[in-house]
């Protein structure tokens, strides 16, 4: 005997409201990353230029002025 037809399955196009959230949370993520990475690049950069005071170094226990 026949058969029916299957029926064609429908797809929802997508929920505009949903796909800007979805955008508005990969953008903040994305954001924060760089925040987080230019906040290392500080103070990695910070204690590059400030790490021979009070570290015992050559450079830190010599006289601050010349001649004196």
């Not at 409201?17 to 990969?26: G, L, S, T, V, Y």
Request: hydrophobic content about 35%; cysteine-free; charged content about 25%.
């Amino acid at each position: 005997m026949g058969s029916k037809p299957k029926a064609p399955k429908v797809v929802a196009p997508p929920d505009p409201a949903i796909e800007a959230q979805k955008a508005a949370d990969a953008a903040a993520i994305k954001a924060n990353e760089e925040t987080a990475t230019r906040k290392k690049r500080k103070a990695e950069s910070s204690l590059l230029t400030s790490g021979a005071q009070g570290t015992g170094s050559v450079l830190s226990s010599g006289k601050s002025t010349l001649g004196q």
